[in-house]
C-alpha cells in the first residue's frame, strides 16, 4: 500500500504523543493502533532519529529504541503535545456541519454536539464566531413532503410562482430531490411542461399529494435536466440578455434564467437570458436593478425603462425597491 507524504506526517504526528503517553508499549499493539505493520512502524522509528528541532546537533534530535519489542521515546517533548484543528481548519468543519444541519433536521442533535466539541477543542467556545453562516431555512413541512414524494416517487401538485413572468403556475410534479445550491432548489420531473425542471423552493407557494402518471427515469447526465422552471416547451416571448454587476449577481439565482455565463464583464459578474413575457416586469426590474445592468441585448428591450424614466410609460411610479 503507497502512503503519502502527508499521510505519514499526521501519523508521526500522532505517533509521538501516543508514546510518550504510553512508554514501553508494545511493538505490534502500536502498529495495530496506528493501522500499519510492524515493518512500517519500524520505519517511521527510525525516522524519527532525524527529527527534532532546528539545529539538527546531537541532543536536538528525538531518541528511540524498540530493540526488546517495547518503544521508548526521549527527548520529544517539544513534538510530544496532540495535535489541534488550527482556526481556519476549526471554521471549515463549522461551516460544513451547519450545512449538513440545514439537510439533514433529524440530526439536530448529533451535528450541535459535535460543533460544541470542535468549539471547545480549538478553543472559541467562548467567543463569537468570525464568520457567521447563514444557511438558506427551509420549511419543513413542505420538505417532508418533497423528501416523501421522491422516495416513493409519487407526484405532488404544487402552485409555482416564475418571477420571470410574474405568473403564478399550477404544475403536476414527481420530485426526484432537494439540492442546495445558494438557495434550495427541488429537482422534479414536470407533467405539465414535460420534462426535467428546477424549481426554486421560495416560489413554491402550496404543494399536495396526486395520482401522477408515472415519470421517466431520471436523467443520466446533469444537463439533460432542462435549463430550468422557467423554461417549458412554451417558447413565446421574448429572449433578453442582461449583463449583471457583481452586486446584482443574485439576480440570476432568484430569476430562473434559461442560460448565464459568469465574469463575462470582468470578475463577479453574470450574464443571463431570460424569456420575458411582459414588458411592464421587464421595465419594473431595470427600474429597480438598472444601475447594475452593464448590458441589455437586443438594447430596444431598455426602451421601457428609459421612458420610465423620462415619466412617459407605465411603471414610472413604481417603487425601486430592491436587495442591493
Known sequence: MTTTASTRLARLLGLVPYLIENP????????????????????????????????????????????????????ADEVSVPVRLTRDESTSLLVALDYLASLDPDRQAAIASTRDKIRTAAGLQDERPSIDVGVPELDRELAAEIRGAAAAGTGLDIRYYVPSRDELTARTVTPRSLRLTGQWYMDAYCHTSGGERSFAVDNIRSAAPTTAPAAPPAPTDEADAGSGAGAGPDESGTAVTLALAPAAAWLADELDPLDRAHDTHGPGTVTMTLRVLSDTWLTRLLLQHGRHVLAVSPPEAADGAISAIAGTAPGADDSHVGRD
Request: no cysteine; net charge negative; glycine share 12%.
Open 24 to 75: 514501553g508499549a508494545d511493538l505490534h499493539r502500536t502498529a495495530a493502533v496506528f493501522g500499519v505493520t510492524v515493518a512500517e512502524l519500524v520505519d517511521d522509528l527510525e525516522l524519527l532519529f532525524v527529527t527534532g528541532r532546528p539545529g539538527r546537533m546531537p541532543d536536538d534530535l528525538i531518541e528511540a529504541s524498540w530493540e526488546d519489542g517495547r518503544i521508548h521515546l526521549g527527548n
